[in-house]
């Protein structure tokens, strides 16, 4: 993987209050391995590739609309390399293709297999299993969090992000905050906006940032993967009014409590915010058809995935 040959814009989102709010465009590093996704297989990938590996492999996990199994997918087909997906939930095998996320990776040459939750959340063994299957491959865990992808987020601050009071990203699996959080400036505020119920993740991006220089703040709107009115209508109007699309599931929910904590005067007045667009924007095809089957608005997808 080389670095962008693009310069990530930072856009003022304008608001007419006492803060001012920023959003960095992750996004747009690459329509398919976009956001916080490149960068956590940078290093990853590069590292791997360094070592001349014999019939090279990608092996990674993820659910039914993974973000993380869409780019490793591309990924893959971009450098030739195979790949395999091992997919949370057994019934999906006899469906996978009515899947945007599952079918798009099939499209780029990605295998599945599908295993059951009980198995999946069994990383240490499920892990150990594919090392002995495998023993050329390189695996990346859920969501492609480890240390080599935490440094890999450091490429996401730069000279331009030194300015802002606050660094906001949302929290999955948390290796994106913990590198925000490891190379941040020291005065600089680390917010979390986390969408997932999991306790042991301030544990873990501790550990893996070696700092403790980040809050978190929920920002789940009833769970992981749930949308709600509410979620659907400020994406909605955030596009409309802004020009820029966000996700169901990281972004949109980011911003809709940065937005909600704006109001509620949380930001010291003149603070500068600055919030990290990280993609994830072909999950919206899959929300929309579950909408559409819940006969709910669906998301106005302006980027036209």
């Given at each position: 993987?080389?670095?962008?040959?693009?310069?990530?814009?930072?856009?003022?989102?304008?608001?007419?209050?006492?803060?001012r709010?920023?959003?960095?465009?992750?996004?747009?590093?690459?329509?398919?391995?976009?956001?916080?996704?490149?960068?956590?297989?940078?290093?990853?990938?590069?590292?791997?590739?360094?070592?001349?590996?014999?019939?090279?492999?990608?092996?990674?996990?993820?659910?039914?609309?993974?973000?993380h199994?869409?780019?490793?997918?591309?990924?893959?087909?971009?450098?030739?390399?195979?790949?395999?997906?091992?997919i949370?939930?057994?019934?999906?095998?006899?469906?996978?293709?009515?899947?945007?996320?599952?079918?798009?990776?099939?499209?780029?040459?990605?295998?599945?297999?599908?295993?059951?939750?009980?198995?999946?959340?069994?990383?240490?063994?499920?892990?150990?299993?594919?090392?002995?299957?495998?023993?050329?491959?390189?695996?990346?865990?859920?969501?492609?969090t480890?240390?080599?992808?935490?440094?890999?987020?450091?490429?996401?601050?730069?000279?331009?992000?030194?300015?802002?009071?606050?660094?906001?990203?949302?929290?999955?699996?948390?290796?994106?905050?913990?590198?925000?959080?490891?190379?941040?400036?020291?005065?600089?505020?680390?917010?979390?906006?986390?969408?997932?119920?999991?306790?042991?993740?301030?544990?873990?991006?501790s550990?893996?940032?070696?700092?403790?220089?980040?809050?978190?703040?929920?920002?789940?709107?009833?769970?992981?993967?749930?949308?709600?009115?509410?979620?659907?209508?400020f994406?909605?109007?955030?596009?409309?009014?802004?020009?820029?699309?966000?996700?169901?599931?990281?972004?949109?929910?980011?911003?809709?409590?940065v937005?909600?904590?704006?109001?509620?005067?949380?930001?010291?007045?003149?603070?500068?915010?600055?919030?990290?667009?990280?993609?994830?924007?072909?999950?919206?095809?899959?929300?929309?058809?579950m909408?559409?089957?819940?006969?709910?608005?669906?998301?106005?997808?302006?980027?036209?995935?």
């Amino acid at each position: 993987m080389n670095f962008p040959t693009i310069k990530i814009p930072i856009t003022e989102i304008p608001l007419n209050k006492s803060v001012r709010l920023f959003i960095k465009r992750e996004d747009l590093i690459d329509p398919e391995i976009s956001g916080n996704k490149f960068w956590k297989l940078f290093y990853n990938i590069n590292h791997y590739l360094e070592r001349n590996p014999k019939n090279p492999l990608i092996i990674t996990f993820g659910g039914a609309f993974s973000n993380h199994i869409s780019a490793v997918s591309a990924l893959g087909k971009n450098l030739g390399i195979k790949t395999l997906g091992i997919i949370r939930g057994e019934e999906l095998q006899q469906k996978w293709e009515q899947n945007p996320t599952l079918k798009f990776a099939s499209s780029n040459g990605m295998d599945f297999r599908f295993v059951s939750r009980e198995e999946y959340r069994n990383k240490v063994s499920l892990t150990k299993k594919l090392e002995n299957e495998f023993p050329s491959s390189l695996i990346i865990p859920d969501g492609g969090t480890n240390n080599l992808a935490v440094d890999g987020i450091q490429h996401m601050l730069s000279s331009d992000t030194k300015s802002f009071n606050y660094l906001c990203t949302a929290v999955g699996t948390g290796g994106t905050i913990a590198g925000i959080s490891k190379f941040a400036g020291d005065d600089q505020k680390v917010l979390g906006f986390k969408v997932v119920d999991d306790n042991s993740l301030k544990t873990k991006i501790s550990e893996l940032s070696g700092n403790e220089n980040f809050s978190l703040i929920e920002a789940d709107f009833g769970g992981y993967g749930k949308i709600n009115d509410e979620n659907i209508r400020f994406i909605n109007w955030f596009s409309a009014e802004f020009g820029i699309q966000l996700d169901p599931i990281y972004t949109g929910k980011m911003m809709q409590k940065v937005f909600e904590l704006i109001d509620e005067g949380f930001f010291p007045e003149n603070s500068r915010i600055l919030c990290f667009h990280t993609g994830g924007l072909q999950g919206i095809e899959g929300a929309n058809e579950m909408l559409k089957k819940q006969n709910r608005t669906v998301i106005i997808n302006r980027n036209g995935l």
